[in-house]
């Protein structure tokens, strides 16, 4: 029997893998708009292809133990385009966490639907969820990682490469995403979950991170995490420090996250105390030595304490663009993931449809 597969963070995919999945989100993406098109302006609905129906009659569980925008709009909309259904599951529906054992419920939803998409508070919840669930889990945030938002920073990077490296063509969509030059990422803020899946992610891919945080030791990644950044050597190519305008030296894309994530909503006067300074703007870039050019992103929901409207709000920000790519990497996920079981393309390889 095949094993089940998962992914809880984009540690466990390789680098391959990982700009597989992001060119895939790519060509789902071209090969849907035009299907979501007011109908005057498509041309003959015979001309265009229609995105995988890999999930055509499956049904897909969000299991979300916590609000989300972007997170469940993406997932809902992806699974209506790739043929199926997702069944939002929030925390006052069902009875995981409550009545129930992240084992049993694994095992109840599993037995009924064809996917995981999980987003919970301790990443221990989702790795007994993905240890007896007899269908793939993916992890939609969890408290060490957030694989799903660095693969949409990354397909909005590439979408925009031509900002970085001029003369890059814009991205067509009939071909590969251009590649990306070797950029400078800076993050400036708490150690969460996204900065976890850059840390394990970007050097990788040829990039260098540049990372500010309050020297406080809350601020810094829990042991498991880093055991991952250095098992895979991504922890050489990244540099650590507790000054926002060291973390900006050399920047390309400058980017933040919320301080203060649901649960910790009474460490908020503590936290802004320590977050002191640590505001994205203009100026703070400007003294640190970013590159002239550099650009923003942010996951969302943002405050202004973070970043200001000066630049949030300008030709700098990918935001939006950053937002909208949540919908076509999680399809891209959940196709290869729970349509096709072959998250790491072996089964493509070996010619397994």
Not at 65 to 83: D, P
């Amino acid at each position: 029997m095949s094993v089940v597969p998962r992914l809880m963070t984009l540690a466990d995919l390789s680098g391959p893998q990982i700009n597989r999945l992001v060119n895939h989100a790519h060509h789902l993406k071209h090969l849907s708009m035009p299907w979501l098109a007011p109908q005057h302006a498509t041309k003959k609905k015979s001309n265009l292809r229609m995105p995988s129906q890999s999930l055509f009659n499956k049904s897909i569980a969000l299991l979300f133990s916590k609000r989300s925008t972007r997170t469940r709009i993406a997932a809902e909309t992806a699974a209506v385009l790739l043929g199926g259904r997702a069944l939002f599951l929030g925390s006052s529906d069902i009875q995981f966490g409550v009545n129930e054992s992240p084992r049993d419920s694994a095992r109840v939803i599993g037995g009924m639907c064809q996917g995981i998409f999980a987003r919970v508070g301790a990443h221990d919840e989702i790795e007994e969820l993905a240890r007896y669930s007899p269908v793939p889990v993916l992890n939609a945030l969890s408290s060490f990682w957030h694989p799903t938002q660095v693969l949409a920073d990354l397909l909005t990077l590439h979408e925009h490469a031509h900002l970085f490296s001029p003369g890059t063509p814009v991205p067509s969509p009939i071909k590969p995403l251009p590649p990306l030059r070797p950029l400078t990422i800076a993050y400036v803020g708490d150690s969460a979950n996204v900065l976890h899946d850059m840390l394990v992610t970007y050097p990788r891919l040829g990039h260098k991170v540049r990372v500010a945080t309050p020297p406080q030791p809350q601020y810094n990644p829990p042991k498991p995490v880093w055991d991952r950044v250095v098992e895979l050597g991504c922890d050489k190519h990244v540099v650590w420090s507790n000054d926002p305008r060291e973390a900006v030296k050399g920047a390309d894309v400058v980017v933040t996250d919320t301080w203060i994530s649901m649960g910790q909503e009474a460490e908020k006067a503590q936290r802004l105390k320590d977050f002191a300074g640590y505001q994205v703007t203009e100026a703070l870039c400007r003294e640190g030595g970013a590159n002239p050019d550099w650009k923003f992103l942010h996951c969302l929901p943002r405050k202004q304490d973070e970043v200001d409207d000066e630049v949030f709000y300008s030709s700098r920000s990918l935001v939006f663009p950053e937002a909208d790519n949540r919908k076509w990497t999680i399809m891209a996920a959940f196709d290869l993931l729970f349509g096709k079981w072959d998250i790491t393309g072996e089964k493509s390889l070996k010619g397994v449809e």
